[in-house]
């Protein structure tokens, strides 16, 4: 066993396997159980970290305009950047951490679900080679979930077509990630308005591929899930479907008041 299967990934697919046992063998239900967990869990780290790239995102513009003012002095661009987000309170550094724990643990749960859905017959002896004794699995570990089998893609093959169609919860992956993506949008284009007033092309840039962004996140999913189990397609659905609230209640609908806030049940950060 290596040392990142015993610091990561064995203690995560324990977790899973409490779940499994909670929701009497249920895989489907252990894995939605699961990640709900997970993301309370960090709650802490990732709230924080929304409210800073939210701040970034608004600020922005008038770091693009600095960029393209002193663009032939680094260390006066370097000053100039220090005194603006000393003025408008911000840390650039405040959302970093938390970021490199979430894709820390993002890896780990990935390799969790790699290691119990890689089929043929053996998951069960996959499992318990990290599972704790008292969480091992005993007979097959059942897959079937609606009508999902885990731990194959949730693709639907029509006769006739060269390659099969995306099913239910793949599609729905791919909805809620452009969703997400969709949200930033009025901040996207009140950012691309600015950009075009300015004289510089590097604000420009930025603001087109954010645009992109927002189209190109959904289809990976999309292509990506073709070649995934399904049970890791039903991860990532819950994951973006939880992430994706909790920017709304965040930052609201393109980075604008969240609702929560105008009727008084959060109060404004900013």
Request: aromatic share 10%.
């Amino acid at each position: 066993m290596s040392l990142l299967e015993t610091i990561f990934v064995q203690p995560l697919l324990n977790g899973l396997l409490v779940f499994y046992h909670l929701f009497a063998n249920n895989l489907g239900l252990s894995v939605i159980g699961f990640t709900v967990f997970i993301r309370l869990a960090l709650v802490p780290l990732t709230t924080p970290s929304m409210r800073s790239m939210h701040k970034m995102r608004e600020l922005a513009p008038e770091l693009s305009k600095l960029k393209e003012k002193h663009k032939k002095d680094k260390t006066r661009l370097m000053q100039a950047q220090a005194d603006f987000y000393k003025k408008k309170g911000v840390n650039p550094m405040a959302g970093c951490l938390p970021q490199i724990v979430q894709l820390v643990i993002l890896i780990a749960l990935f390799q969790v679900f790699i290691q119990m859905l890689s089929g043929n017959g053996e998951i069960a002896q996959k499992i318990n080679r990290l599972a704790y004794p008292p969480l091992q699995v005993e007979g097959v570990v059942n897959t079937k979930f609606v009508y999902l089998d885990l731990a194959r893609p949730d693709t639907i093959p029509v006769e006739g077509l060269p390659i099969p169609l995306p099913g239910p919860f793949l599609i729905a992956a791919a909805l809620v990630q452009f969703l997400s993506s969709k949200m930033m949008a009025p901040m996207v284009a009140q950012q691309k308005k600015k950009a075009a007033k300015t004289k510089g092309q590097l604000d420009d840039i930025m603001a087109s591929t954010q645009q992109q962004m927002i189209y190109l996140f959904p289809l990976l999913t999309l292509v990506i899930g073709f070649t995934f189990a399904s049970g890791l397609v039903l991860y990532w659905f819950i994951f973006s479907l939880f992430q994706g609230v909790q920017q709304y209640f965040v930052s609201g609908w393109g980075g604008l008041t969240p609702w929560v806030t105008k009727i008084g049940l959060v109060k404004s950060n900013g």
